[in-house]
Every structure is written in C-alpha cells, then in structure tokens.
C-alpha cells in the first residue's frame, strides 16, 4: 500500500494511538472490492483467484492485487496447491479490529451503568 495523502502532496500523518492497530485493517477495508471479496471468502469458503473472479466482477489481476492487500494486513491467506493458490478469510487477522470496535461496546455500557448509578442516587 502506498501512503495516504491529506492534500496535494502533503503526507497524512497518523496520530490516533488506539488505531495504530486497527488503522491497516480498516484501511483495506475501506475499499468496496475488498470488502467484496472478503465476504464471498466467508459465505463461499476457500476458493482461487480464478473462482474469486467469477464472483467478483473484476479481472483476475485486479482481484490478485486486492488479495495482496488483504493478505498484508493479516485479512487473508492462502496455501498453495499445484499451480494454484487457495484464499481464505483469516480469523485472527480481525482481532485487532474486533478489540477495537469492542472498546466502543465498553464505553458504552460504562456511560449505561453510570447513568444507571446517577439516576438511582438522584432517587435517594
């Protein structure tokens, strides 16, 4: 992947820590293809880029290059088999993108459970 620019040829430059983790991820997933193809993964199993092209609609070289990108950042991976690689969804690389996410989850039961405690001492 190359890196991002914010405007013209000024380098973006990163400066939230709890997305150091989570920020590739979610950066391969920001394309509608990838997303495309990680999902026919999940729902159609392991399968070549020749198979995946005949889900996707785009060229094999295209579908090559998303996998690539999927692939560095832990999304996917593949075993090879004769003169064919074999594509899954790799589990664990959406680990850090699940802990993540469930920070959110944790703010908001903790905003819940005092709000909870506020309005039951404001009862007292």
């Not at 969804?89 to 005092?114: I, K, M, T």
Request: charge should be neutral; aromatic fraction near 6%; charged fraction near 20%.
């Amino acid at each position: 992947m190359t890196p991002c620019s914010v405007s013209g040829n000024l380098p973006f430059v990163g400066t939230y820590g709890s997305l150091e983790a989570a920020g590739p991820v979610l950066d391969a997933l920001g394309d509608p293809t990838r997303r495309a193809i990680l999902e026919t993964l999940r729902t159609g199993g392991p399968c070549s880029v020749g198979v995946l092209a005949e889900r996707v609609p785009v060229s094999r070289p295209a579908i090559s290059q998303h996998l690539k990108v999927l692939g560095a950042v832990g999304l996917v991976q593949h075993e090879s088999r004769g003169t064919r690689n074999i594509y899954r969804v790799h589990q664990a690389g959406l680990g850090e993108l699940r802990s993540w996410l469930d920070q959110f989850w944790g703010d908001a039961l903790q905003a819940y459970a005092d709000h909870v405690r506020q309005t039951e001492e404001e009862r007292k």
